[in-house]
């Protein structure tokens, strides 16, 4: 049976793991909250990412940049004048939507009249009554320092001093690397190629966020700017995108089949792109892009170059060579690779006529590695025992849970659906043999074994 993508959000609000963003209030679109069970899921998948690129490698170190950047960020970059939708507005209703998501064949580079031409309804009232597109910037901006409101609507003196203080969430967590190159090469004199990563949340102000946490307004990103020699472009392009691949298959365990490289033709790439490869994932709702690979040639560094009037060149020492090095950029959202390993994981088997629902995590990725229940809650001595194996396991491993409400039965949905791979029970035999049962999670088997084999 093919999984829809409400069931999953039901599971995620129904145990824990997702909530609407600033639900008590109504919810706030294009936001999402991360409850007990996708926090530990989503440190997970990030402490993997770390691990396996940063910590695992020589070549690769952390930096971790502050999310509010100076504005000349931004324009050396390109997103002050190109970060924009095509946004339009129907007369009748006066609802805005993104043009190039309501028309078909249509790209965000549409200009009015060609819009016009697609006679596109109005998907909320029906009209066809449209104003012109006008460009949308998706960063958000705000006021940094003492600035009242009437100075931002006020007189031209406080305009001024409004307009100064402007300054942008960051819309990408590149930047933060990019514009922090000079100071890592000159502190720690890394030899090319090297790579800077960093996790952490950028904010774009969607026009339309929708797909659950596949759109969203804030999203927590892992990037590497992997820097290189200019002509050694294409082999460390190769290198990235086998790394990329054991990530996402070897260590997160996606499924090979589910995963499909896009090699995003120019006309599609961003406009620092020379290359792109989008790998593209069978999400519950159809194929989306999970990651991207780019080449981003000298673009970012010749830009902050340029802007800064400081030299971003590199000298080789070797060869005593100088030159800007290039590129190479994978790019993957948190929120995007949750999504895959949670809809891969999601599992409903028919069984003696019900349906059980469980979450097939991995084991380095499953919230709790064990969960610990008495047989009976109401037995004293049951309860001792099981506090005693629960605290031996959870000086041991860390993840694991204790559960001791309702009946046994619903004990197991429960773990099944937060996707613990191994319940021990602790029973009257316990106190005779000192042995457990364990259940497995996935085959449903019943095993029983020594204490101190756990
Ligand atoms: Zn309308």
């Keep these: 049976m093919a999984t829809k993508l409400e069931d999953i959000v039901s599971l995620c609000k129904r145990r824990g793991f997702i909530f609407p963003g600033s639900d008590v209030y109504g919810g706030m679109a294009g936001t999402w909250d991360f409850g007990p069970l ?36 931004w324009i050396a970059s390109g997103h002050t004048a190109t970060f924009a939708d ?12 993104r043009a190039d998501k309501i028309a078909e064949g249509i790209s965000e580079s549409v200009t009015t009249e060609e819009f016009l031409e697609t006679h596109t309804k109005c998907p909320v009232c029906g009209k066809e009554n449209w104003g012109p597109i006008r460009k949308f910037n998706m960063m958000f901006s705000t006021h940094v320092g003492a600035v009242l409101p009437e100075d931002v609507n006020g007189d031209e003196e406080s305009k001024a001093l409004a307009e100064k203080s402007v300054a942008y969430l960051r819309p990408e967590t590149a930047q933060g690397i990019f ?25 774009r102000n969607e026009i339309s966020p929708r797909d659950f946490i596949l759109r969203d307004r804030e999203c927590s990103q892992m990037e590497i700017e992997y820097f290189v020699r200019p002509d050694a472009w294409e082999e460390d392009f190769e290198k990235m995108r086998k790394l990329q691949h054991e990530f996402l298959e070897d260590v997160v365990k996606l499924p090979t089949k589910n995963i ?58 070797n060869t005593g060579e100088t030159f800007v090095p290039h590129v190479i950029e994978p790019s993957i959202g948190v929120e995007r690779l949750f999504l895959a390993i949670l809809s891969t994981a999601y599992t409903e088997e028919e069984k003696d006529g019900k349906t059980r629902i469980l979450l097939k995590f991995p084991e380095n990725l499953a919230p709790y590695k064990f969960c610990v229940s008495p047989l009976l809650k109401n037995k004293p ?74």
């Design 38 to 73: 996708g926090v530990a899921l989503k440190k997970k998948i990030e402490n993997e990412w770390w691990d396996f690129f940063v910590e695992k490698r020589e070549d690769i170190f952390g930096v971790d940049a502050a999310i509010l950047m100076n504005p000349r960020t």
């Design 86 to 97: 095509p946004l339009v507005e129907c007369k009748e209703c006066k609802s805005r939507f």
């Design 260 to 317: 499909h490289e896009l090699e995003v033709p120019a006309e599609d790439r961003a406009h620092y792109s020379k290359r792109t490869i989008d790998f593209m994932f069978d999400y519950p709702n159809g194929e989306e892009e999970l990651m991207g690979l780019a080449y981003r040639t000298d673009f970012d560094l010749s830009n902050i170059q340029r802007e800064s009037g400081k030299s971003m060149e590199y000298r080789d020492k």
């Design 179 to 203: 514009t922090n190159y000079k100071n890592v090469v000159d502190t720690i004199y890394p030899d090319l190629p090297f790579g800077l990563a960093q996790q952490g949340k950028a904010f």
């Design 381 to 454: 001595e049951l309860v001792k025992k099981a506090k005693e194996v629960y605290n031996l396991l959870r000086e041991k491993y860390k993840n694991v849970t204790w559960d001791d409400s309702g009946n046994i039965g619903k004990r197991y949905m429960k773990q099944d659906e937060i996707g613990t791979p191994k319940c021990v029970v602790i029973d009257f035999d316990t106190l005779e043999d000192e042995t457990v049962t364990i259940r497995d999670r996935d085959t449903t088997d019943q095993i029983r074994v020594r204490i101190e084999e756990l």
